[in-house]
Structure formats: structure tokens, C-alpha cells
């Protein structure tokens, strides 16, 4: 390299050393305009409240919504305690209302059962209807270890009807 081409490379570096401190300009900076800041402030602000308020709102309803679940599991439990307390009064009333129940309280107050009823009948006459019988239940003979013998052929009628009369076993009892 030639002397003079070094020379002119160093000269904006010797130049810049020689070069006073106290300069007539000042440094230059970048400063933002006033209005630019202003501008940027409110958002990043408006977003800090509205998170605050959005976890505020959450804390207030997740603590409405146990309140309520407590009050809720209250009011099971006392719906559970009433529904016992009305079927055991309802089992009560049933009880009371049972017939032998009803037939105790009407012997304990001196009630009697009564009569056979009566009836008017449409012509005038008062009826009375007949006492209702209860028919006994067959008895079953037992068999005897006599083997039985069997009938002639000329006999079979005399043996089925010994009286004879031709009517059926409790004819006479029957009304006419």
C-alpha cells in the first residue's frame, strides 16, 4: 500500500481525535413525542383493570355458586327429614284408618254394630232381606280299609236314594 492511500484512510481518524469535547452541538438522541406516549399508555392499562375486574367477577360467582351448593345440600337433607316425617304420618293415618282400628274405637265409645238393614221397597212395604247363611264346607269321609263291594245291577237306584223320595239332599231347606 502506498503512503498516501494509508494517510487518507487515518485522516477521519486523527480528525476525530483532534476534535474539541465541548462542541457546539449537542449530542443527538431519539426521543418519542409526547403525544405517542400518552397514546400507549391507556391500553396496556385498560387491559391490566379489565383482567383484574374479569378474576375479581370470577371469585365473586365461584363463591355465590358454593354459598348456593351449601344451601342446596341444606335443603336436601331437610326435604329427606320431611318426606320421613309425612310417611310416618301417613303410616299413622293409615293405622287409624285400618277396620280393626275403627272397630276399636267404636267399642271404646260405645258404638253396638248394626241391625240387619232395611229397605223401602218402591210400593211402600218395608223389606227386610233374609239373614245370609253361610254353607258349611264338605266333609270328607276318610276311606275305611274295608274294601267295598261291588253293586248288583238291579240295586244301583235303591242304593243311590235310600229315603226313597226323589228330591235332592237339601230340597226341603231351600225356599220356594
Known sequence: MSQPLIAARNASVRAFRHRPLHDARPALRVVA????????????LTC????????????????AIARDAFTLSELEREATLLAEQQQAVDEGIAAKAAPQALHEQATRLGMV???APTHLARDGRVVVPLPVVEEPEPVVAEESPVAEEPLAADEPAAAEDPAGAGEPVGAEAAPQ
Not at 33 to 44: G, S, V, Y
Not at 48 to 63: E, R, S
Open 48 to 63: 391490566v383493570l379489565l383482567l383484574t375486574a374479569g378474576l375479581l367477577a370470577l371469585l365473586m360467582m365461584n363463591i
Open 33 to 44: 413525542p409526547p403525544a405517542a406516549l400518552a397514546a400507549r399508555l391507556p391500553l396496556p
Open 113 to 115: 254394630p248394626a241391625p
